[in-house]
């Protein structure tokens, strides 16, 4: 038996018992046809590259599974007949991984990120994305006072734009 990558898009009005519910449809397939199944994942509502039947997004789905012509036919004809799949593919692999996918890798490193992460955008003493009045004090990408990328008012250490006075020049507020 060859090693196979199955992915299907489900429409996005129907809900995720419903796509983990095919899942485990084409699970029980593979098995009844004679093949087995190496692992199964529920990628979620993901947004698509383009629109698909006017949608523009679509529930993921994925099996991993070994199985022979028979399984891949009837397969087939159930992905082409579902109403609720706009899409499929199954690929040829070389070796099964027993890991979880890099959709999988990458969601659960995005909740570790964003879990961990204090503060936020604004910046404090030593600058930041804004470096708001509350700071700012070193500059930052919108700096305040000392610098910056626009130098806010005054502007008295440059900064691309210089602001009011551009004391100390920029690009813009050089206004001696």
């Known amino acids: 038996m060859q090693k196979y990558?199955?992915?299907?898009?489900a429409r996005p009005d129907?809900?995720?018992?419903?796509?983990?519910?095919?899942?485990?449809?084409?699970?029980?397939?593979?098995?009844e046809k004679g093949g087995t199944v190496n692992k199964t994942e529920y990628w979620g509502l993901r947004?698509?590259?383009?629109?698909?039947?006017?949608?523009?997004?679509?529930?993921y789905g994925y099996i991993d599974m070994e199985a022979g012509n028979e399984v891949l036919d009837a397969l087939e004809y159930r992905?082409?007949?579902?109403?609720?799949?706009?899409?499929?593919?199954?690929?040829k692999v070389d070796e099964l991984s027993a890991e979880p996918t890099a959709v999988m890798r990458k969601g659960e490193e995005r909740k570790r990120r964003e879990g961990g992460r204090e503060g936020g955008r604004e910046g404090g003493r030593e600058g930041g994305f804004r470096g708001d009045?509350?700071?700012?004090?070193?500059?930052?990408?919108?700096?305040?006072?000392?610098?910056?990328?626009?130098?806010g008012d005054g502007g008295r250490d440059g900064g691309f734009r210089g602001g009011?006075?551009?004391?100390?020049?920029g690009f813009r507020g050089d206004r001696r």
Request: cysteine-free; proline content about 1%; overall charge positive.
């Open 5 to 9: 990558e199955h992915v299907f898009i």
């Open 14 to 31: 129907v809900s995720p018992a419903q796509v983990e519910a095919a899942i485990e449809e084409i699970k029980s397939l593979v098995v």
């Open 47 to 59: 947004t698509l590259a383009y629109r698909l039947n006017k949608s523009r997004k679509g529930h």
């Open 79 to 91: 992905q082409r007949y579902a109403e609720d799949v706009m899409r499929y593919m199954t690929v």
């Open 133 to 151: 009045r509350e700071g700012g004090r070193e500059g930052g990408f919108r700096g305040d006072r000392d610098g910056g990328f626009r130098g």
């Open 164 to 169: 009011d006075g551009g004391r100390d020049g």
